[in-house]
């Protein structure tokens, strides 16, 4: 077992000493947990975690079934699509909530169809720039780009992926326009990137950081209203003149819609508790992520907040997909 997953579990065992004798009503068999993306990346390491918290904390075995496709479209919506028993639970991501916004068809409504149990956690995302771009903050960058519209161009993971949708608010916020490199994943991004083919981008602080640090590539702010503790001295968006700039990949667990109340708290519980201890927190920072472990209400309020907020980034850049 990876070491990340035993202090992940020692610290929730030191704190939930009585779960395992609620285990003969609830789960009484194998869970099946989604995981809508590949084996390999946060969503996966993400779940995985919860998967072998649920397990040790429930006295059953939660199951991880990677069903990855359509930006996690298609392993949503067979959570979606489950039966309300308590016995399909999967990871919801930032995907799924610009999704209504830019797809035409989208067979599952994300705020009408999971019980919400408890956002994961929140990985930043880093500006970072070519260094042979002459700026050295966001507020010269937004100057260059003002002055040389169209003409400098910025990498993504793909078309609605959160890189996307990150560059696109800031692009509307500031009144720039750059030209988007769509590509397919965050490595091949990073390559063309680092060898200088576009100029600039936003992509998850942890995935970013060592060629930070190699000076491959030049920080300028980082995505979030809060600064990246691994980064104190990096400012965010927002502080760098943007005001209102807040914007991050995340992750959380759900259920489908219908699942009884008793069991989505029962589930709440262990996640929230086992996210809060300080050997948990200090681990998933490592690994670039903020710590949540919120109540399923402002789970649901977060999702809510996230899906008004990506829709008008969607509406503003005119992004539409098949």
Not at 226 to 247: N, Q, W
Request: positive net charge; glycine residues 8%; contains cysteine.
């Amino acid at each position: 077992m990876p070491s990340i997953l035993r202090y992940f579990l020692a610290a929730l065992l030191a704190v939930l000493p009585g779960f395992a004798a609620h285990a003969q009503s609830y789960p009484s068999k194998p869970v099946r947990f989604i995981i809508p993306f590949p084996p390999g990346g946060p969503t996966d390491i993400m779940g995985r975690m919860a998967a072998e918290t649920l397990s040790k904390a429930l006295g059953a075995q939660y199951v991880a079934d990677n069903r990855g496709g359509a930006g996690g479209n298609i392993g949503t919506d067979l959570c979606a699509k489950s039966a309300p028993d308590g016995y399909t639970i999967c990871m919801l991501t930032i995907a799924q909530s610009i999704s209504p916004s830019i797809y035409k068809k989208l067979p599952f409504d994300p705020l009408k169809d999971f019980a919400p149990v408890t956002l994961m956690a929140v990985l930043p995302s880093m500006l970072t720039i070519h260094p042979s771009l002459p700026v050295r903050n966001v507020k010269e960058l937004i100057a260059l780009a003002r002055s040389k519209p169209g003409q400098l161009s910025y990498s993504s993971t793909g078309n609605g992926t959160s890189p996307h949708m990150l560059m696109e608010m800031f692009k509307w916020m500031t009144d720039t326009n750059m030209v988007h490199v769509p590509y397919k994943g965050q490595a091949p991004s990073l390559i063309d990137q680092i060898a200088g083919q576009v100029q600039l981008a936003f992509n998850t602080a942890i995935g970013v950081m060592p060629h930070v640090k190699a000076g491959k590539l030049r920080p300028l702010a980082i995505s979030t209203k809060e600064r990246f503790p691994a980064m104190p001295e990096l400012p965010t968006v927002a502080e760098s003149g943007v005001k209102g700039f807040d914007g991050a990949s995340w992750q959380g667990v759900v259920m489908p819609a219908g699942v009884p109340r008793d069991i989505v708290m029962k589930t709440n519980e262990v996640l929230a508790k086992s996210l809060k201890t300080p050997e948990a927190r200090e681990r998933l920072l490592g690994l670039g992520a903020l710590p949540s472990g919120n109540s399923p209400d402002e789970f649901a309020a977060f999702i809510k907040a996230e899906s008004e907020k990506w829709a008008k980034v969607a509406k503003a850049a005119h992004i539409q997909l098949d």
